[in-house]
């Protein structure tokens, strides 16, 4: 079975972002990472290859920098390495296109990915690329099994959990599950070192990418309040509660 | 015309849809209400601002499966319908993308505030930046709860049904609810986090009583989450829930980057911690420099008396 896993690159979550021009800055990121619900589904990814004796697949989408974050997933296992490359914005209709292109051509059965990336939060890529390529879409997901040629996944929702099954084509977006994450040892990390990582463009894909409808007119630093009042001890606690009630209307 | 799919919580409309109905009156539209499997269609006509109701009753409604529903209200949205509004919750977010897809539009997910040329405002980073961004097609809009207010009573909108169905993609072998059925934190008015200053997780209980007074959410910081075995589904930050209550009360929480993303667009933000160089002091309207231990009961008196 060919599982594959969609990673995006994002600025690792301790980087502060800065606005320059009207836009974030990435040059003033100087750690880039692998978006961490996107870890989940590589983790699961791993499991259910084993689980099933198939095929791993990584495969992201963006700049040139994104190829180290498919050498780090090379490091805990990933088979095959695929990198559509492109620069600069892409809506969710373009990002979705790319990929559905790229799992198409790579047989792409079973299909993980985070339930939503830590730069954008949206969260559209997995049921997006699920309803283009005609897999049923489970998102929230916190474990997948591979048991009499079904598909069991784990989803979380704000009563508790429900065991879901169903049959490929399948897209499993994944959010923080209980297990723990590997952690690649270093014979991993130089195997990785020496992995291809397979190049494609969107016309290797045969998508041609037309203008987008959205438009991104400008990113800005979140308002910064007013500096607030800081007590000693407990004393100040009656006025606090007061002024939530009769100035700030909260309680 | 704003096509509207109704968001159910239970039986029930849930509130966010009264919302949906007031963000699209804001940008001067009416709205259309689609109500999947029919839940709460009747209280949908009430809402101001609403055109028409329509309701989709077929089997696939029974459990969530967000293609299956998809495909089958479909056919009920309007054709010359722009704009489709659905609620940034997870079961919205999900309906949103597959709707968007399926009409190869795009999705804009998580709005905070829209106008009527389409430009709408959205948090990045989890918070730790905004966007502005604009569309000039057919797309699909989700919009995060509490962004608008609920949209007033008093309509008798027209009210259609639809039998449609679709296949099922998935099925529920099981579906186990939790004991505690507490508030969720991304729909709560009023949050009380704890972080590691709260010692272990059974001191939680202490969290837990505040918030039945006050009738808030009980949230958790990431480390209280990853080393004590707390659930998730309360994680407020980075990789867990972004909040804008309008009181969040950070308890034993010394504010990593990741936990501010994640609730520093609270109106008001109340931090209790024995530490007073903890950055959580930095965005908090109100910084009470003790120990839970000494704060919380005097808290709990004060807000007992009101």
Redesign the interface.
């Given at each position: 079975m060919n599982i594959i896993v969609l990673l995006k690159q994002v600025?690792d979550?301790?980087a502060?972002?800065s606005?320059s021009s009207g836009y974030?800055d990435e040059s003033t990121i100087t750690k880039w990472s692998m978006s961490?619900?996107d870890e989940f589904a590589l983790e699961s990814a791993l499991q259910l290859r084993q689980n099933c004796n198939g095929n791993l697949i990584a495969i992201t989408c963006g700049p040139d920098r994104c190829s180290k974050m498919l050498t780090d997933a090379a490091a805990v296992g990933t088979d095959k390495l695929i990198h559509i490359h492109h620069e600069g914005y892409l809506?969710?209709?373009?990002t979705?296109t790319l990929l559905v292109a790229a799992i198409k051509k790579f047989e792409g059965e079973v299909i993980m990915c985070g339930k939503q990336a830590?730069?954008?939060?949206?969260?559209?890529?997995?049921?997006?690329?699920?309803?283009?390529i005609g897999?049923?879409?489970?998102?929230?997901v916190s474990e997948v099994k591979y048991e009499n040629e079904e598909l069991?996944a784990t989803r979380?929702?704000?009563?508790?959990?429900?065991?879901?099954?169903?049959s490929p084509p399948?897209i499993f977006a994944f959010?923080?599950g209980v297990k723990e994450l590997r952690r690649p040892n270093v014979r991993g990390i130089m195997m990785a070192k020496k992995k291809e990582i397979t190049r494609l463009t969107p016309e290797d894909l045969g998508v041609s990418l037309t203008n987008?409808?959205?438009?991104?007119?400008?990113?800005?630093?979140?308002s910064e309040?007013a500096?607030?009042?800081?007590?000693?001890?407990?004393d100040?606690?009656?006025e606090?509660?007061s002024?939530?009630?009769d100035e700030?209307n909260?309680? | 015309m704003i096509t509207i799919i109704a968001e159910n919580s239970g039986n029930i409309l849930h509130p966010v849809t009264s919302q949906l109905v007031n963000a699209a009156i804001s940008i001067g539209s009416s709205a259309h209400v689609i109500c999947p499997g029919g839940i709460g269609a009747v209280e949908a006509t009430k809402i101001t601002g609403v055109n028409k109701v329509t309701s989709v009753l077929g089997d696939c409604f029974k459990i969530f499966d967000g293609s299956a529903w998809a495909e089958a209200i479909n056919s009920s949205i309007d054709d010359d319908s722009n704009v489709i509004f659905t609620s940034a919750t997870s079961q919205g977010r999900e309906l949103g993308a597959i709707i968007a897809a399926k009409r190869k539009v795009p999705i804009i997910q998580d709005a905070i505030s829209l106008d009527s040329t389409i430009k709408v405002t959205r948090t990045i980073y989890s918070g730790k930046a905004l966007e502005e961004i604009q569309s000039s097609s057919k797309c699909v809009i989700t919009i995060r709860p509490n962004s608008f207010d609920s949209a007033p009573q008093g309509n008798n909108a027209q009210l259609n049904t639809v039998d449609k169905s679709a296949d099922l993609r998935i099925s529920v072998k099981e579906a186990i609810v939790k004991a505690s059925e507490r508030l969720d934190v991304s729909e709560a008015d009023i949050i009380i986090s704890g972080g590691r200053g709260m010692g272990s997780i059974d001191n939680f209980a202490e969290l837990e009583s505040l918030a039945d007074i006050l009738g808030a959410a009980v949230g958790a910081s990431r480390a209280v989450v990853d080393e004590w075995g707390m659930s998730h589904t309360m994680q407020v930050g980075q990789t867990g829930k972004t909040v804008t209550p309008s009181l969040y009360i950070a308890v034993g929480i010394s504010g990593a980057i990741q936990h501010l993303a994640g609730m520093r667009s609270s109106n008001y933000i109340v931090a209790i911690n024995k530490d007073e160089d903890a950055p959580i002091f930095n965005v908090a309207d109100y910084g009470i420099v003790a120990s839970w231990e000494d704060a919380l009961p005097v808290l709990k008196e004060e807000l007992s008396k009101l």
């Amino acid at each position: 079975m060919n599982i594959i896993v969609l990673l995006k690159q994002v600025p690792d979550t301790t980087a502060k972002i800065s606005i320059s021009s009207g836009y974030m800055d990435e040059s003033t990121i100087t750690k880039w990472s692998m978006s961490p619900y996107d870890e989940f589904a590589l983790e699961s990814a791993l499991q259910l290859r084993q689980n099933c004796n198939g095929n791993l697949i990584a495969i992201t989408c963006g700049p040139d920098r994104c190829s180290k974050m498919l050498t780090d997933a090379a490091a805990v296992g990933t088979d095959k390495l695929i990198h559509i490359h492109h620069e600069g914005y892409l809506d969710s209709i373009q990002t979705q296109t790319l990929l559905v292109a790229a799992i198409k051509k790579f047989e792409g059965e079973v299909i993980m990915c985070g339930k939503q990336a830590a730069d954008t939060n949206s969260g559209s890529t997995g049921p997006g690329v699920a309803e283009l390529i005609g897999a049923s879409c489970i998102t929230h997901v916190s474990e997948v099994k591979y048991e009499n040629e079904e598909l069991i996944a784990t989803r979380l929702n704000s009563l508790g959990f429900e065991i879901i099954s169903t049959s490929p084509p399948s897209i499993f977006a994944f959010d923080k599950g209980v297990k723990e994450l590997r952690r690649p040892n270093v014979r991993g990390i130089m195997m990785a070192k020496k992995k291809e990582i397979t190049r494609l463009t969107p016309e290797d894909l045969g998508v041609s990418l037309t203008n987008s409808n959205i438009n991104l007119i400008s990113q800005m630093p979140p308002s910064e309040k007013a500096p607030g009042k800081k007590y000693e001890g407990t004393d100040s606690i009656r006025e606090i509660v007061s002024k939530l009630r009769d100035e700030a209307n909260v309680i | 015309m704003i096509t509207i799919i109704a968001e159910n919580s239970g039986n029930i409309l849930h509130p966010v849809t009264s919302q949906l109905v007031n963000a699209a009156i804001s940008i001067g539209s009416s709205a259309h209400v689609i109500c999947p499997g029919g839940i709460g269609a009747v209280e949908a006509t009430k809402i101001t601002g609403v055109n028409k109701v329509t309701s989709v009753l077929g089997d696939c409604f029974k459990i969530f499966d967000g293609s299956a529903w998809a495909e089958a209200i479909n056919s009920s949205i309007d054709d010359d319908s722009n704009v489709i509004f659905t609620s940034a919750t997870s079961q919205g977010r999900e309906l949103g993308a597959i709707i968007a897809a399926k009409r190869k539009v795009p999705i804009i997910q998580d709005a905070i505030s829209l106008d009527s040329t389409i430009k709408v405002t959205r948090t990045i980073y989890s918070g730790k930046a905004l966007e502005e961004i604009q569309s000039s097609s057919k797309c699909v809009i989700t919009i995060r709860p509490n962004s608008f207010d609920s949209a007033p009573q008093g309509n008798n909108a027209q009210l259609n049904t639809v039998d449609k169905s679709a296949d099922l993609r998935i099925s529920v072998k099981e579906a186990i609810v939790k004991a505690s059925e507490r508030l969720d934190v991304s729909e709560a008015d009023i949050i009380i986090s704890g972080g590691r200053g709260m010692g272990s997780i059974d001191n939680f209980a202490e969290l837990e009583s505040l918030a039945d007074i006050l009738g808030a959410a009980v949230g958790a910081s990431r480390a209280v989450v990853d080393e004590w075995g707390m659930s998730h589904t309360m994680q407020v930050g980075q990789t867990g829930k972004t909040v804008t209550p309008s009181l969040y009360i950070a308890v034993g929480i010394s504010g990593a980057i990741q936990h501010l993303a994640g609730m520093r667009s609270s109106n008001y933000i109340v931090a209790i911690n024995k530490d007073e160089d903890a950055p959580i002091f930095n965005v908090a309207d109100y910084g009470i420099v003790a120990s839970w231990e000494d704060a919380l009961p005097v808290l709990k008196e004060e807000l007992s008396k009101l």
